[in-house]
Each structure stands twice: as structure tokens, then as C-alpha cells.
């Protein structure tokens, strides 16, 4: 079984989006996904791109990233990866392919199955 991808409507596209990995952040960072704190010394990715004639910079954890890279093929919404993920694990109650999830972090691995695991306790109840 083939890792199936989540398909998002996004509204509009930037004008042009830059992304690269920073190998060792030199301060805090706030991961725009999950919230959690980039440590310094941590590596993060970072995006900036004008979207509606405004230009945005994001940062984002490696934990998500893997994520991103994982589930959506085509484009996501930006802040809204969980939500759009926990929405596509109930929608397929909770059959994930393991090729879904063989190249996650291991945070992001644990993060996924407690969606998994909390999408079969809400269909046993």
C-alpha cells in the first residue's frame, strides 16, 4: 500500500517561495505547526515567499517537516498540518500505510499514531 497523500485546497499561490535547512539555529525559534520550541543549536527549515502581495517567513521544526514531506503531496496550508492530518486520519479511520510513516522523526512518529490510536478509541466508544 502506497503512502496516500493529502489533498488540500489552498487558496492562491506566492509569487515565490524560498525554503532551506538550518543546520544549527543561533536563537529560540517557535516551530509555526506544533508551537514547540526550536532550540538553539537545533536544526529547523525556513520559508519566506510573498503570498497576496505580503511577504511571510515561517519557521518550522523538523518534526513537522517530516510530516509535511510525508502526508501532503501537493501543497498544504501553513499552520494548519495537524488539524488537516487529524481530519484525514479519521476520514480513513485510522489506516495509515506504513510507508506513510517509515520516514517521520521519531517525535513526529509518536505524535501521528497517538492521532491513530485516538481515532480507534473514538470508534470503539
Known sequence: MNCSCIYIETEGTPSFVREKLIHSA??????????????????????????????????????????IRSFFCSGYLIGNIWDDLRTHIWETNGEVS????????????????????????????
Not at 506504513?98 to 466508544?125: F, G, H, M, Q, R
Open 26 to 67: 543561533k536563537t529560540f525559534h517557535k516551530c509555526l505547526e506544533c508551537g514547540r520550541t526550536i532550540l538553539k543549536g537545533e536544526s529547523y527549515y525556513y520559508a519566506c515567499g510573498v503570498w497576496e502581495n505580503k511577504f511571510h517567513a515561517y519557521k518550522t521544526c523538523v518534526d513537522c517537516e517530516s510530516v
Open 98 to 125: 506504513e510507508d506513510c510513516i517509515v520516514p517521520l522523526t521519531v517525535s513526529a512518529l509518536y505524535k501521528v499514531c497517538e492521532l491513530i490510536e485516538n481515532t480507534w478509541e473514538e470508534e470503539d466508544a
